[in-house]
């Protein structure tokens, strides 16, 4: 299995901060990588596919980079309601894994 | 809007089978995969498998031979079924579906999870 390594696990920063979260994968794969929102009881929610595709209806603040095994997600300028767990997931190899997890608090 | 609406038995006794159903309102069931994914209790997610509208199945090697995703096209529904469940199996059940016609790998709709709990 392809292993997702974030960093970091925890992040706090204030609003209008702007936010950066790693992910690293054991194996090269181009681009096939999404990131994901979480907030508490919710299922997750699409924010970036195929490493730096905007998902529609997403706000622009959020935007992916990267290639092959390092990947990034960037908020521009973190607003209140962006305090949740991010995860990124790749799409490459079956089984598809997850990262395990980045959680951001607001100050 | 594509809606994804789960059910199934929420709490189960070790070596019981789980068994989960999701159903899709609207938007189109066929051209797509669909999959279940799981959350244990203050932990990352797992993909357990998926289905497309042919009936063609993909598993995660690591629940394989306890697993069977199946679908029912007339119904626009896909059901997971967990044989021998023990208290690892204890986790939030999502199901998803992937956000390309054909397959990309990426879930743009969700349901809104089901807490399975295993417990004697």
């Known amino acids: 299995d392809i292993q997702m390594t974030q960093s970091p696990s925890s992040v706090s920063a204030s609003v209008g901060d702007r936010v950066t979260i790693t992910c690293r994968a054991s194996?090269?794969?181009?681009?096939?990588l999404a990131w994901y929102q979480q907030k508490p009881g919710k299922a997750p929610k699409l924010l970036i596919y195929a490493a730096s595709s905007l998902q529609s209806g997403v706000p622009s603040r959020f935007s992916g980079s990267g290639s092959g095994t390092d990947f990034s997600l960037t908020i521009s300028s973190l607003q209140p309601e962006d305090s949740a767990t991010y995860f990124c997931?790749?799409?490459?190899?079956?089984?598809?894994?997850f990262g395990q997890g980045t959680k951001l608090e607001i100050k | 809007q594509v809606q994804l609406q789960q059910w199934g038995a929420g709490l189960l006794k070790p070596s019981e089978t789980l068994s989960l159903t999701c159903a899709v309102y609207?938007?189109?069931?066929?051209?797509?995969?669909w999959s279940w994914i799981r959350q244990p209790p203050g932990k990352g997610l797992e993909w357990i498998g998926e289905i497309n509208d042919s009936g063609s199945t993909t598993y995660n090697p690591s629940l394989k031979s306890r697993v069977t995703i199946s679908g029912d096209t007339s119904k626009h529904q896909f059901s997971l079924r967990l044989n021998s469940v023990t208290a690892a199996d204890t986790a939030v059940y999502y199901c998803?579906?992937?956000?390309?016609?054909?397959?990309?790998?990426?879930?743009?709709?969700w349901g809104q999870g089901t807490l399975v709990a295993v417990s004697s």
């Open positions: 194996q090269s794969f181009a681009s096939w």
């Open positions: 998803a579906r992937d956000s390309s016609s054909p397959q990309a790998g990426y879930f743009d709709y």
């Open positions: 609207g938007g189109s069931f066929s051209g797509y995969y």
């Open positions: 997931q790749q799409a490459h190899t079956f089984p598809y894994t």
